[in-house]
């Protein structure tokens, strides 16, 4: 009943739940794994918001802020201009001192802002997640003004495919394949992201898929490792690894013998 891979061009099954409700519950672990996460990300996406430009001025949106360091970072920008930070949960934006930072409980599947409200849009790992994601990436492409600048990131599962090493192979593909099929992400849909940005109009069109190494006992690894523990009873339970698979991934997160390539980031950006 699991596969590893993708739907290949199947409509998907309904997904059973939410991002946040069984996955991705907002407790310690989870923080910490939002911590890693920025840690490693954060100057690859700051390296594309340098590029594309944010100035004082530039009102911001960043849907899915999570853990709060790029909306810090564009209120240091983009002030005197407010920069709107959204999230299903807001409680670690509390950490982030800006008198310009407006947090907002706003749901990007469902709730609104006004056309061309914004200059900049930025999504970073949150739109893989979402069953409608293209209905998503047009309404977020209506809330800039026109010559206003889309930013999204998300993973791309492909290094994983050729990886030489089965357990790492294996595990990975398998937690993809959880959420898949528990909460709809769609972890190899970012390589068309430019593709995608195209077809809504946007203008100026860029892209950057980053491969990183991953050595056991990095942020990295720590980040890939929490990943996985935090549906280490939904993998076992429900037949997508052994007990056995599961403590030989993560013994090799831990062994900084252990090199191989992480899953991608991708990025892209284009202008309305
Ligand atoms: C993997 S985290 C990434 C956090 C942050 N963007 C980063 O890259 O550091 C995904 C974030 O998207 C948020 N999220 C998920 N579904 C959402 C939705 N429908 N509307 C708004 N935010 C959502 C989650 O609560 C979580 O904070």
New binding site residues.
């Given amino acids: 009943m699991v596969s590893a891979g993708h739907h290949g061009g199947r409509t998907a099954p309904a997904p059973a739940e939410r ?2 409700e069984t996955l ?1 519950v907002r407790d310690t672990p989870e923080r910490r794994r ?1 911590e890693l ?2 840690e490693v ?1 954060d100057p690859h996406s700051v390296r594309t918001l340098e590029r594309v430009g944010v100035q004082p001025g530039t009102r911001c949106l960043e ?5 709060g ?2 909306a810090r970072w564009l209120c240091g920008r983009a002030a005197p201009a407010a920069v709107v930070a ?4 807001i409680s670690l934006l509390d950490t982030v001192r800006a008198d310009n930072l407006l947090p907002m409980v ?4 469902r709730d609104d802002f006004p056309a061309g409200s914004f200059d900049l849009v930025h999504a ?3 739109l893989n ?2 069953p409608e994601r293209d209905r998503v990436l047009e309404r977020i492409t209506e809330w800039l003004r026109p010559g206003g600048v889309l930013v999204v990131e998300s993973f791309s599962w492909f290094p994983l495919d050729s990886s030489p090493d089965a357990r790492y192979r294996k595990a990975l593909l398998r937690w993809g394949d959880l959420l898949r099929d528990t909460i709809g992400t769609d972890s190899r849909w970012a390589r068309n992201y430019p593709s995608a940005l195209a077809r809504l109009g946007l203008r100026d069109l860029g892209a950057r898929t980053v491969t990183e190494h991953l050595r056991g006992g990095t942020a990295l690894a720590g980040f890939w490792e929490l990943t996985v523990d935090m549906s280490k009873q939904q993998l076992i339970d429900r037949g997508y690894l052994t007990p056995r698979e599961y403590e030989d991934f993560t013994a090799l997160m831990r062994d900084p013998d252990f090199w191989d390539l992480a899953p991608a980031l991708t990025q892209a950006w284009g202008r309305k």
């Fill in positions: 991002y946040g991705f939002l996460l920025q990300f849907i899915g802020a999570g853990g360091s790029l959204t999230d299903l949960d706003h749901d990007v599947t970073r790992f949150v997640h979402l």
